[in-house]
């Protein structure tokens, strides 16, 4: 876990905190199995990453991270650290829309007669 967050997550948490994007509560530095989420909503089950120039290097890494988080039941997003320096309005809509469009409950997780 980072003490010390960029300018960019810092942004970014400036408007994810205190449920300012559609009621929905996230928390920073999230540990999720053997990963630090930069920011969650455990309730949507949605991460949300903000990548600086070191992982330029490292997108087979993130893959199999991403991979292993949409296994646990985790939607993950990514944004550079400039799209939300620059255009923070289209980061946080870009969020809105991850947390409207949520995933279909599994068939088998209904109950009979509610279809």
Known sequence: MRLNPTDAERRL??????RQ???VR?????????????F???SERLIVEVDGGQHNGRAAYDDARTRHLEKQGWRVI???????????????????????EKPSPSPSRL???SL
Request: hydrophobic share 45%.
């Open 111 to 113: 109950r009979e007669g």
């Open 26 to 38: 996230f928390n920073r530095q999230v540990p999720i199995g053997p990963y630090i989420a930069d």
């Open 21 to 23: 994007i559609t009621g």
């Open 78 to 100: 990514r944004f550079w650290n400039n799209d939300v320096l620059g255009n923070l309005e289209g980061v946080v809509a870009t969020i809105e829309r991850a947390l409207a």
């Open 13 to 18: 948490w400036r408007a994810l905190s205190r």
């Open 40 to 42: 969650a909503a455990r």
